[in-house]
C-alpha cells in the first residue's frame, strides 16, 4: 500500500528557533501533499496544500511566512515552522494524495516549543 | 458556517456488538465521504471512501452508509474487537474544491472485552 513518512517523529526545541518536519511518499510519486495540524482532542486542521513545483496554498489563518512550504520533488515535502513559540506546539501530520479523492498519511511529528 | 459534527465524543461497547458512529455535516455539498481510524500519536489511517451516489459501502466488518438528504453518514462496525478501539475521523469534501478533505471531530470508541 501507499506509505507515508515522517522525520523527525518528535522535536524539542527552545523558543524562537525554527523546525523542519520533512515528509516523504515512499513508494508512489506525490503532485499533492497536505499538511495538517492537530491540536489534544481536536480533528485535523488542513494548514496547506502543497504542489509539486509551484507555491503552496495557505488556508485562512495561517501564516505563509511563519510556517514555510516547500515541494521539491515528487516524493518531499517539507514544512518549517519558523521563530517557533510555545503556541506552535502540535501534532503536525502530512498526508500525500495518491489517487483523486484518497489521502494517505504520515504517522506525524510531535512538536514541543520550551 | 459549516460544520462536520460526529455526535459521540466517546463511545464504549461490548465486544461482539455492533458499534455505529455518526458523522454529520452542515453547509457542505460533498462528492464524497471518508471514514479514518487514528489510533493515539498516529497518523489516520483511510478505512472507507463513499461517493454521494451511494447509499452504501461495505468492506470486511465495516459499513458506511451516505444520506445525502439527511447529511450524514453512518459508520458501522459489526462483531467489534478490542483491537477496533481507537478514533474514528469523518472526512469530507468541498464541491467544486480542490478534493481538500475537512474533518470531523472523531469519535474514540472503546470495545470492552
Known amino acids: 500500500g501507499a506509505v507515508v513518512s515522517q522525520h523527525p517523529s518528535w522535536v524539542i526545541c527552545k523558543s524562537g528557533t525554527s523546525v523542519k518536519i520533512e515528509c516523504r511518499s515512499l513508494?508512489?510519486?506525490?503532485?499533492?501533499m497536505f499538511w495538517y495540524r492537530q491540536f489534544p482532542k481536536q480533528s485535523l486542521m488542513l494548514m496547506a496544500t502543497s504542489n509539486e513545483g509551484s507555491k503552496a496554498t495557505y488556508e485562512q489563518g495561517v501564516e505563509k511566512d511563519k510556517f514555510l512550504i516547500n515541494h521539491a520533488s515528487l516524493t518531499l515535502s517539507t514544512l518549517t515552522v519558523t521563530s517557533a513559540h510555545p503556541e506552535d506546539s502540535s501534532f503536525y501530520i502530512c498526508?500525500?494524495?495518491?489517487?483523486?479523492?484518497?489521502?494517505?498519511f504520515g504517522p506525524g511529528t510531535r512538536l514541543l516549543v520550551l | 458556517s459549516q460544520k462536520i459534527e460526529q455526535n459521540s465524543e466517546a463511545l464504549n461497547i461490548q465486544e461482539g456488538k455492533t458499534a455505529t458512529l455518526t458523522c454529520n455535516y452542515t453547509n457542505y455539498s460533498p462528492a464524497y465521504l471518508q471514514w479514518y481510524r487514528q489510533d493515539p500519536g498516529r497518523g489516520p489511517v483511510f478505512l472507507l471512501l463513499?461517493?454521494?451516489?451511494?447509499k452504501e459501502k461495505r468492506k470486511e466488518r465495516l459499513k458506511v452508509t451516505f444520506d445525502t438528504t439527511l447529511k450524514q453518514s453512518l459508520f458501522h462496525i459489526t462483531a467489534s474487537q478490542p483491537a477496533d478501539s481507537a478514533t474514528y475521523l469523518c472526512a469530507l469534501d468541498e464541491e467544486g474544491g480542490a478534493n481538500n478533505l475537512f474533518f470531523g471531530t472523531g469519535t474514540r470508541l472503546t470495545v470492552i472485552p
Open positions: 498526508s500525500a494524495r495518491l489517487v483523486q479523492e484518497t489521502q494517505y
Open positions: 463513499i461517493r454521494e451516489n451511494e
Open positions: 513508494d508512489f510519486q506525490a503532485t499533492t
